[in-house]
């Protein structure tokens, strides 16, 4: 995919209509092994790094879908994001580890917004740590897709956004 392309803002659409970018991508790419990975990656860290670079060992195409600005705010409090999505977003591209980033809709908090995207991306394989909750909803809603969740990184409690972001 060029540089030009991977730079643009992709986000879903309502109603959760894939972007056309990544739609195309996948499209291209049928049949091949699709990871999905999901967070926030406010202040990227090495473990961050750790984890994506395991998630893209599982298969061909790696799709990382960050949390939106509105989505972190209510789950992290009013501080954060530390970064806005599209610097979050060009952070995980300049890794060079995943095909395409994608910011996820703004309302995403239940498991009909959870299968509406995964019915969209239908990944071979949902990459998550050690340390991520409901492990057993996402393997179900995976499941209807024929897919699955695969924890490929356990969890460092050392190093974590939040720990980085009080340090003096």
């Known amino acids: 995919m060029s540089d030009s392309l991977n730079h643009q803002l992709f986000t879903f ?19 091949e092994t699709t990871v999905l990975v999901t967070g926030v990656f406010d202040v990227l860290h090495q473990e961050h790094i750790n984890f994506l670079k395991k998630a893209r060992e599982l298969g061909t195409i790696l799709v990382v879908a960050l949390e939106s600005d509105s989505r972190v705010r209510h789950l992290k409090g009013s501080t954060r994001p530390h970064f806005p999505q599209q610097k979050r977003r060009v952070q995980i591209l300049d890794l060079a580890l995943a ?20 019915s969209q991306i239908q990944p071979t394989y949902l990459a998550v740590s050690s340390h991520t909750q409901h492990l057993d909803k996402k393997q179900a809603i995976l499941a209807e897709y024929g897919g699955r969740v695969v924890v490929v990184h356990e969890e460092n409690p050392a190093v974590s956004t939040t720990k980085l972001l009080v340090k003096p």
């Not at 659409?13 to 049949?31: I, V």
């Not at 095909?99 to 995964?118: C, K, N, Q, Y």
Request: charged residues 25%; proline residues 13%.
């Open 13 to 31: 659409s309502s109603p959760y209509t894939l972007p056309t970018p990544l739609a195309e991508l996948l499209n291209d790419h049928d049949g």
């Open 99 to 118: 095909d395409i980033v994608v910011i996820l809709p703004e309302e995403f908090s239940d498991p009909e917004h959870h299968r509406a995207v995964i």
